[in-house]
C-alpha cells in the first residue's frame, strides 16, 4: 500500500494496486476532479479516493455536486530533526503477529472505517496486512516500545533524500495515556536524523485529537489540512 505524500507527488489520478488487490475492487486515487469522471470510467473504477485541500470550498462543493461522499480530515505535520532519548528498539521478526494484533484495533478513525461501502472487518485485515509487509520491509525501519515484559505500541518510518515520514504509529488500547506515543515518536525522530533528514512529516486524521496532542508535543507543526472523499461507481 503506497502511502506517499500525496499533496506533493500526485498529479494525474492513480491506480491503487495494493488497495485493488486487497478490497477486490479496482481503487484510484486523485487531488483534482478535472476530467476525473471520465478518467475512471475508462479505468473501471469501482472506488475513487478524492483529497482536497480544505482552503478551496469550491473544490469541495464541486466534489460533493459530483456524488463524493466526505470521509475524513487529513492533517499533515512537519518539523526540524533533532537528536532525541527514546527507549523505542528496533522491531524483531517475533515481534510481528503482536503489532499486526494492535493494528487490528488502532486505526478505527480512518477514513476507510468512516466508508460504510468498506467492510469493518476487512478494515481490520487491512492494517493488520499492511503491518505486515512493512515489518517484512517496506519501511525503512520499525520501533516498538515496551511494556509489562510485551510489545504494546509501534512507529514505521521512511526517509527518502533529506526527508523521513512516519508511516503508522500505535499503541495498544490498554496502554494508551501512559505517553507511549511520545517514546515512538521521538524514537522516529531521532532515526531520521540519523539518516541526515532535514525534516519528517507525518500525517493523522483531524478526529484523531490524542495523536495530534503527541505530534505536536514532540515538536511538529501542522503544515496542511486536506479533505478526503470517496465515491463508489459500482
Not at 71 to 97: G, K, Q, Y
Request: charged share 25%; glycine share 6%; aromatic share 8%.
Amino acid at each position: 500500500m503506497s502511502r506517499m505524500s500525496v499533496t506533493t507527488k500526485l498529479s494525474s489520478p492513480e491506480l491503487m494496486a495494493w488497495d485493488t488487490e486487497f478490497f477486490g475492487i479496482r481503487v484510484g486515487r486523485a487531488v483534482h476532479l478535472d476530467g476525473l469522471g471520465q478518467w475512471a470510467a475508462d479505468n473501471t473504477v469501482g472506488l475513487m479516493c478524492l483529497l482536497v485541500d480544505a482552503n478551496k470550498p469550491s473544490e469541495i462543493q464541486e466534489a460533493e455536486e459530483r456524488g463524493f461522499r466526505f470521509m475524513d480530515v487529513r492533517v499533515t505535520l512537519d518539523m526540524h530533526t533533532t537528536s532525541r532519548m527514546s527507549w523505542a528498539r528496533l522491531a524483531r521478526a517475533e515481534d510481528t503477529s503482536k503489532l499486526k494484533a494492535i493494528a487490528r484495533e488502532a486505526f478505527h478513525l480512518t477514513r476507510f472505517y468512516a466508508d460504510p461501502s468498506l467492510d469493518d472487518n476487512r478494515c481490520d485485515d487491512l492494517y493488520a496486512e499492511w503491518t505486515r509487509s512493512l515489518c517484512a520491509g517496506a519501511a525503512d525501519i520499525v520501533l516498538v516500545v515496551e511494556k509489562d515484559n510485551q510489545v504494546v505500541g509501534y512507529v514505521t518510518v521512511n526517509a527518502d533524500e533529506d526527508q523521513a515520514e512516519i508511516g503508522l504509529i500505535a499503541v495498544a488500547a490498554d496502554y494508551r495515556g501512559q505517553h507511549l506515543g511520545t517514546v515512538l515518536v521521538n524514537g522516529a525522530i531521532d532515526w531520521a536524523h540519523t539518516q541526515n533528514a532535514k525534516t519528517i512529516r507525518v500525517v493523522t486524521q483531524g478526529a484523531n485529537t490524542g495523536a495530534l496532542r503527541t505530534f505536536e508535543g514532540c515538536g511538529f507543526r501542522v503544515t496542511n489540512t486536506s479533505l478526503w472523499f470517496h465515491r463508489r461507481y459500482q
